[in-house]
């Protein structure tokens, strides 16, 4: 009788695995100390290749672990987006746990979505989220010091504000951006930048299309020369104007970055999709 | 003629320096985890102990560092306070930073003042306040590992909620006491609880006029019991009743909790009083 037949379970998994490859979007945290950056590196710690050795810990599959941007050595996310194509058929929910399982204290998948085969997390993002934190006074911060960038004088505030309104819209970033990455252009859309204060921190919250290679960090470290009154507020513009990088100021440290959200035209994570989300 | 005289500087600080006691209270801020608690120890690296030593590098001069309450292994301080006796005549703000600049990085002079000879530290407060950090879900927290207590699971915050009132007003906290620290009574008051939520984290402050060894972190891993539906709101009222420490929750880890402000009948730290703030 048909009810005891012994159903051929391996086998019908063995065949979607070989046949059917679907694509997975992971959300990732990860604390960038102790990481050389986000892309693959030979030799290096990498967030890339953690991730690709934990799917294939989990899968025993080889996969290439796509992200949203590269984040500098150091550099830290609360919400870093990636994908990988795969034929492995394990429900999402079970590869994230499977992934997590694998993945070292200072990384985590935090969550998942089964994405269309044409999502990209680089080439469908249409905005990212950052924010850099500050710490300005003679005093060291403690529990936040791996977290922020420690200034030993007070900053003026409001004229940083004032400066940073400059930024906002489409401009040329040539003076803020690093060499070492090439773009085919330098013009990027700033969305919005908010300063906010609390307890004695700054955390300045950048939103944009994209970002030149280190161009938060260069906006930042300019920000801090107007903070300082080293500069007048309108300098910014004038370095902006010039697209002169010797002519803007330093690039802030690593550790006060962090890669906040990755914005695409529907969320992948939204409930109503088939996302499994903790956060 | 008088004017030309040269001043006694010197031999007036010294006579200075031998006769006059003064007293100095700081707040410290510092994070727990390679730390053998607040109190000297032989052989064990703690709170107190690198405080006297940068207090000596500093002055040359032996002193006692007298802390508002003791830290556990493991918990952190945003605002611990303390107090001194000394000869030394530095200003006050260059005491503090001289003191920092003694101090390791995981622990900071925050503020200091130049306060009365009846103040003490401990004697003194008349409240304080701690935060306990919970992240509860499946995803391992990464950006916050170290200053909260992950629980795989999702909580009943509400539950949790109405638990806490119990805790509130004038009770015999013997239950949620640990051993090991002789009080003359087990007596204390909860003035306030509050949970309070925030992207995933759940922040759970507590203030009190004292606390008893471990207490907050054992009224924590009893409302962790009611959050996960193993017990019943009421029952945190009828542990309190029994007196009975083998009937309460799990004591909650150390690394979740931070001593968040000491409070004292008036301000040390005020800008009216001789104080330095920073934060």
Same mark, same amino acid.
């Given at each position: 009788?048909?009810?005891?037949?012994?159903?051929?379970?391996?086998?019908?998994?063995?065949?979607?695995?070989?046949?059917?490859?679907?694509?997975?979007?992971?959300?990732?945290?990860?604390?960038?100390?102790?990481?050389?950056?986000?892309?693959?590196?030979?030799?290096?710690?990498?967030?890339?290749?953690?991730?690709?050795?934990?799917?294939?810990?989990?899968?025993?599959?080889?996969?290439?672990?796509?992200?949203?941007?590269?984040?500098?050595?150091?550099?830290?996310?609360?919400?870093?987006?990636? &994908?990988?194509?795969?034929?492995?058929?394990?429900?999402?929910?079970? =590869?994230?746990?499977?992934?997590?399982?694998?993945?070292?204290?200072?990384?985590?998948?935090?969550?998942?979505?089964?994405?269309?085969?044409?999502?990209?997390?680089?080439?469908?993002?249409?905005?990212?989220?950052?924010?850099?934190?500050?710490?300005?006074?003679?005093?060291?911060?403690?529990?936040?010091?791996?977290?922020?960038?420690?200034?030993?004088?007070?900053?003026?505030?409001?004229?940083?504000?004032? =400066? @940073? &309104?400059?930024?906002?819209?489409?401009?040329?970033? =040539?003076?803020?951006?690093? =060499?070492?990455?090439?773009?085919?252009? @330098?013009?990027?859309?700033?969305? @919005?930048?908010?300063?906010?204060?609390?307890?004695?921190?700054?955390?300045? &919250?950048?939103?944009?299309?994209?970002?030149?290679?280190?161009?938060?960090?260069?906006?930042?470290?300019?920000?801090?020369?107007?903070?300082?009154?080293?500069?007048?507020?309108?300098?910014?513009?004038?370095?902006?104007?010039?697209?002169?990088?010797?002519?803007?100021?330093?690039?802030?440290?690593?550790?006060?970055?962090?890669?906040?959200?990755?914005?695409?035209?529907?969320?992948?994570?939204?409930?109503?999709?088939?996302?499994? @989300?903790?956060?």
């Amino acid at each position: 009788m048909a009810m005891f037949l012994p159903t051929p379970t391996k086998g019908v998994v063995h065949s979607m695995t070989e046949s059917s490859s679907r694509r997975l979007a992971f959300e990732v945290s990860y604390d960038g100390a102790a990481f050389f950056g986000f892309q693959r590196q030979p030799g290096f710690r990498t967030v890339q290749e953690e991730l690709e050795l934990a799917w294939t810990g989990f899968s025993s599959e080889k996969a290439v672990i796509h992200g949203s941007g590269r984040t500098d050595s150091g550099v830290h996310a609360r919400a870093q987006v990636v &994908h990988l194509s795969t034929m492995h058929q394990a429900p999402a929910a079970i =590869a994230m746990r499977a992934m997590n399982a694998y993945l070292p204290q200072d990384l985590a998948v935090t969550q998942v979505a089964e994405v269309a085969m044409d999502f990209h997390a680089r080439h469908s993002a249409k905005a990212k989220h950052y924010v850099y934190g500050i710490a300005a006074g003679p005093t060291r911060p403690v529990l936040a010091r791996d977290r922020v960038w420690w200034l030993r004088r007070k900053l003026d505030v409001p004229a940083m504000r004032e =400066a @940073s &309104h400059f930024f906002l819209g489409t401009h040329d970033f =040539a003076a803020f951006a690093a =060499a070492g990455r090439s773009t085919k252009t @330098s013009i990027r859309r700033v969305r @919005s930048i908010h300063l906010q204060e609390r307890r004695g921190c700054l955390a300045i &919250h950048v939103r944009g299309d994209g970002f030149l290679y280190r161009q938060v960090r260069n906006m930042v470290g300019s920000l801090v020369e107007v903070g300082l009154n080293k500069r007048d507020p309108r300098w910014i513009q004038a370095v902006l104007k010039s697209g002169d990088r010797s002519r803007a100021g330093q690039t802030a440290p690593a550790a006060g970055l962090t890669m906040w959200r990755v914005h695409y035209p529907s969320n992948p994570f939204a409930p109503a999709a088939a996302s499994v @989300s903790y956060r």
